[in-house]
């Protein structure tokens, strides 16, 4: 969690506006219900951000958007759900192009300002009449209050629309920052697997928004995985327009840097938690918490060894606790730990310890422990100081079912 107390002062918040910003959610027939086309705009060139999919196959959105957020400054972002265009070739890129422009000209804006991105199935065709269609209507439903119709709108195998945000102060002057993000299977970022976009009215230089959005990513979204499974189409963006009026940010060390950097950290972590939540199929949102590892990185790999192994997801999901699957899969991933040092709890009860099992009577409440719709997995490999959590979700029957019937 991001700190709080006197230095890192903030607020969060229930309404999501955040000034010189509009958003909206429109219906254009991507899908076969519901919001599809999103449209996010600022009344003023913003400072922007990015984070994408290192994966080597990706959609043309994400090839456009990331050409374009070199230039550190945009003032929209397009998005659509129902259809990732990817592997689509030439079109693909020609459809993505046409797709901020068509967004561009209902917003009367360069080309060059509009970020994009698209999720759904891969290798089909983007329906671009149907968006260009769609765009005036979007641009026309633009409002302040508008962020939760554009969460709704990018929605893919989502149950629920994800949106957060805080405020603090920087210079003497209220700041807002807010966000939305969709992600439900597919899950584990390598950045970004899915789709999150978040708005500030700070003022602060290209650079060190770079620099934020990449240190939040690492302990949020890149902590986050369903199932293991990385997407094409991942993207984060994220737009500081500077409406608050203070001196812009530029000083990673500044005060206002650091209250910006941890209200930032504050919303990536909420929204993590919510994809999490909502994993396709999940009854049970898991976080995995691994201590006693030799390095920060072979903490991280035991924790996603943890929150990506079937074997433990499915027992988790029928409420087993059989911690045999845990350490089995710690050494399966040639991870160094000390099994006479070493601990596991699982929903807050110790059901191994010193190299030996508590008990049945342990494990039985464990197993009560496990009916809760929030675990924590918590494990010490007894080899060192570092540490690191992830958070995941069971593996359900309905998983199977949703994954097995995605295109048809």
């Given amino acids: 969690m991001a700190a709080r107390g006197p230095r890192y002062p903030y607020a969060p918040m229930t309404e999501s506006i955040v000034p010189g910003f509009r958003a909206a959610g429109v219906r254009c027939g991507l899908k076969t219900r519901g919001p599809d086309l999103m449209l996010i705009a600022s009344e003023a060139p913003s400072a922007a951000a990015g984070v994408f999919t290192r994966s080597t196959v990706v959609g043309a959105p994400v090839t456009l958007s990331r050409a374009r957020i070199r230039r550190g400054q945009a003032r929209a972002i397009v998005a659509n759900s129902g259809c ?5 070739g030439a079109r693909g890129d020609a459809d993505a192009l046409a797709m901020t422009e068509a967004a561009a000209r209902a917003l009367g804006c360069p080309p060059t300002d509009v970020l994009v991105a698209s999720t759904g199935v891969i290798g089909q065709p983007l329906p671009l009449a149907r968006i260009r269609r769609g765009l005036p209507k979007a641009a026309a439903a633009l409002r302040p209050e508008g962020l939760l119709e554009a969460a709704q709108a990018i929605m893919t195998t989502d149950t629920v629309p994800k949106l957060a945000s805080v405020r603090t102060r920087i210079g003497g002057r209220l700041v807002t920052l807010a966000g939305i993000a969709k992600g439900s299977g ?5 950045m970004a ?12 230089t290209p650079a ?3 620099r934020l959005l990449r240190a939040a990513v690492a302990t949020s979204y890149n902590r986050l995985t369903v199932d293991g499974e990385g997407s094409t189409s991942d993207t984060v963006l994220l737009l500081a327009n500077g409406c608050a009026g203070h001196p812009p940010l530029q000083d990673a060390a500044s005060s206002g840097s650091l209250r910006l950097a941890a209200a930032l950290g504050e919303v990536c972590e909420e929204l993590a938690r ?3 939540r909502d994993g396709e199929g999940a009854t049970k949102l898991v976080t995995v918490r691994v201590a006693g590892a030799r390095s920060a990185a072979e903490a991280e790999r035991a924790a996603k060894r943890i929150a990506n192994s079937v074997l433990v997801k499915t027992a988790l999901f029928g409420g087993d606790p059989n911690w045999g699957r845990i350490l089995q899969t710690i050494g399966a991933g040639r991870i160094v730990i000390d099994l006479p040092r070493a601990s596991v709890q699982l929903g807050g009860v110790s059901v191994f310890r010193s190299g030996a099992s508590t008990g049945p009577e342990a494990r039985r409440r464990a197993g009560r422990a496990l009916r809760a719709s929030e675990i924590d997995v918590v494990v010490h490999l007894g080899a060192g100081r570092h540490a690191a959590t992830v958070w995941t979700c069971d593996l359900s029957y309905e998983y199977v079912r949703v994954n097995a019937e995605y295109t048809t």
Wanted: aromatic share 4%; no cysteine.
């Fill in 193 to 204: 697997t899915m789709l999150s976009f978040l708005l500030t009215d700070a003022a602060v």
């Fill in 274 to 276: 919510a994809l999490a």
């Fill in 186 to 190: 597919m899950i584990e970022p390598n």
């Fill in 208 to 210: 060190l928004l770079r």
């Fill in 84 to 88: 990732s265009n990817v592997a689509m």
